[in-house]
């Protein structure tokens, strides 16, 4: 079963650019070593937060990801420019 590790946090409108691009290259990077990321959502929210839903082909494969997140020297960087953040993980019971 697939599982979802999601973050939501708040980034500053005039780092918002910043971030994407630094995002967008963790993304990558954590593909690259680390296949069962199938794909990852960013959600402006109406209060202005933001969730970032990545999605997992499994538990092992985030677990394995996430163990190997000090090599990522994206991850610092990327959420150095958020605040307030804060994760859960979640396992997929139902997708239509």
């Known amino acids: 079963m697939s599982v979802v590790r999601t973050h939501r946090y708040s980034v500053a409108g005039a780092d918002l650019e910043e971030f994407l691009a630094r995002r967008s290259?963790?993304?990558a990077t954590v593909r690259e070593g680390h296949p069962g990321l199938t794909h990852a959502t960013l959600v402006q929210l109406e209060?202005?937060?933001y969730t970032d839903t990545w999605h997992?082909?499994?538990a092992e494969q985030l677990g394995t990801?996430?163990?190997a997140l000090p090599t990522f020297s994206?991850?610092?960087l990327t959420m150095a420019l958020t605040k307030d953040n804060t994760t859960q993980t979640g396992q997929v019971i139902d997708e239509r």
């Open 25 to 27: 290259s963790l993304i």
């Open 47 to 49: 209060d202005g937060t």
């Open 56 to 58: 997992w082909e499994s």
């Open 65 to 67: 990801a996430l163990a």
């Open 74 to 76: 994206e991850a610092p």
